[in-house]
């Protein structure tokens, strides 16, 4: 993803801001009851409003039906979050438009006939809005949605009806993590309408410490008011994270840089990383890089790796499906091989 | 110690071969019972045989009261086993003698009058041998020893009785360590008149996988066939040690290059290091340069770390004495720029 490499606002806790909109073309049934006639109806009619239209300065759409993708690709974009693993099932009607940036993406024929959503680096939910409400007026230019006067956007679930819209926010979250803050955000942000899910991983412990939180309600409060809410509420969060940080770095001193470090130096030289690992080492350089510990080396650089060693990151470099110890091992390549290059264009800018 | 930038025979199991000897100056009495004027007196006379000659080629013998020695340094001397913590006990009246090579040794006024000593590295008791004959000739030139017919050299404690000689090896072996072939082969040893024991840490793992092996008798065979029967057996460890080594990479394939390298990685990034890992770390990546796994790295060079990584080693760099987190922390720093140095060092000689 191109936009890895952006800054973003508070990326030092947040990873990526998300906002996604379910939308449905009015006078053609949903994908669930719809026949193969309306599916093809309904993508090339979106395509038509989209596919090669400028997203924002520099990007323009890509179209692609997912039949036509292979299956390493598929993964791919299932890991990146630019598509659904649904998506993917219903490959012999689903399509998928992506920006070049790949910051915006517009599947059709998933559970609602459109499900498009914006996904950029760092905290800023209100830009993703912005962008995405652009796309949203492109498509309604063209198409008539599926609209009920008091309910909303209607969907095909309903707990999406409504703005059909789900903000969310990744973050990094290792400090709250460690004093066991955790349990209790979580349980409170729970009673305010927002949910919250470890990204990575299975299980209660979050890998690599990071976090999805987001909207739970889509109906009644407005676009606005719901990314409001769920902005202040990360405001909070992240501050209490940043406050977190420096209490455990100056508590734990020397133990702190050191696990940083050792981290650092395992992803550097390991020649087989299985994906829990991967992610705690991660998590560990990416808290030490949030503090300045490890000079030269910028959250973007730590993201880039995060993502170069997620299972489609690896297969992307090896060019085939595989798993296991296979992958383990890829990953550890992989990771090396990033690492290396990281150092050698830090080189060549101070040279240059 | 100078020597331990020189390669050896045998040196990917073996660290170094000792011989020690033990002698009492005829009509003065042992050390246990003598006045302070004949403590002087021997000291004065031993000086006299060896200060300023020379040991070897580009070697000569300087001379040191134990008094007149700083208490960092005293440390460094037994740590590097170049001299004992009761010649440092002794230190009213003891004395080193010590060629700037620092291979041979000679301890006065400690249990017994004399006790010297030359260490090699590799595989090389014979020459060690040779080496301290000759200095033990220089003296007797000069010094008329105790010695008795029947029972051969005369010593304070009648275990030394006979050839007064302690032969031994310092010997790497953390594949038999890994495979749990070391207790039969302790046990076989402790059969046919040799010892072995962890040279560094405490209890019955020794640290490093590193284990002294020597002559449990001195009286009776000569110092030939002492030294023989116990280069017999350490040929046999050594290749048994080889064969391990060569299994263990093969039945641990990736795993095997992934815990050498991963030692690798936190010795050159860890802020603090204790002694236990230390040498956990430093026996793995010494078990990997053995392999030719770590390119450019020599065994000298992995001794050179085990060495400056040793309480002394850390303290003869940080000036001062030293515990604790302190140590564990100022250990860390020792290592990290001892391996920059030899990446760098490295990195000359190709460019050089």
């Known amino acids: 993803m191109s936009w890895i490499n952006e800054s973003g606002p508070a990326r030092d806790v947040v990873l990526t801001s998300r906002i996604r909109i379910a939308r449905n073309i009015a006078a053609v049934p949903f994908p669930s009851i719809m026949q193969p006639h309306h599916a093809a109806e309904v993508a090339e009619k979106v395509k038509k409003s989209l596919y090669n239209k400028k997203a924002e300065a520099g990007s323009t ?13 598929r993964q791919i974009l299932v890991e990146k979050h630019l598509a659904s ?13 992506l920006d070049s940036k790949e910051k915006i993406a517009v599947m059709i024929n998933e559970e609602d006939h ?25 498509i309604e ?11 909303g ?14 903000s969310s926010v990744m973050m990094h979250l290792p ?7 955790m349990n209790a955000i979580l349980h409170t942000i729970s009673k305010i309408g927002l949910t919250a899910r470890g990204i990575y991983g299975e299980g209660s412990e979050a890998a690599g410490s990071i976090y999805q939180i987001s909207n739970q309600i889509t109906l009644g409060p407005s676009e606005e008011e719901l990314i409001n809410n769920l902005t202040i509420t990360c405001r909070q969060i992240i501050e209490k994270e940043r406050i977190a ?21 395992v992803l550097r030289n390991a020649r087989t990383l299985d994906i829990k690992e991967f992610m705690a080492y991660i998590s560990q350089l990416r808290l030490g890089v949030s503090m300045g510990l490890i000079p030269g080396f910028s959250l973007e650089d730590v993201d880039s790796l995060m993502t170069a060693g997620q299972p489609a990151g690896v297969m992307k470099k090896t060019g085939q499906i595989i798993q296991g110890r296979d992958i383990d091992e890829a990953r550890a390549t992989v990771i090396r091989d990033a690492v290396d290059e990281l150092l050698e264009s830090r080189k060549n800018r101070k040279e240059g």
């Open 114 to 138: 459109i499900r498009m959503q914006c996904i950029l680096p760092g905290f800023q939910l209100n830009q993703a809005w912005e962008k995405l409400n652009r796309v949203d007026d492109m």
């Open 175 to 181: 400090a709250l993590t460690v004093n066991k803050q």
């Open 61 to 73: 759409f890509a179209f692609m039906y997912i039949r036509d993708v292979p299956a390493v690709e």
């Open 85 to 97: 693993q649904d998506l993917m099932e219903s490959y012999e009607t689903s399509a998928l438009l």
């Open 245 to 265: 940080r420096k209490a455990l770095h100056k508590t734990t001193g020397i133990q702190f840089d050191d696990a940083v470090w050792r981290a650092y130096g």
């Open 141 to 151: 230019a063209d198409l008539e949605y599926a609209f009920h006067e008091q309910l």
């Open 153 to 166: 956007y209607l969907t095909c679930c309903p707990t999406n009806v409504g703005t059909g819209m789900r």
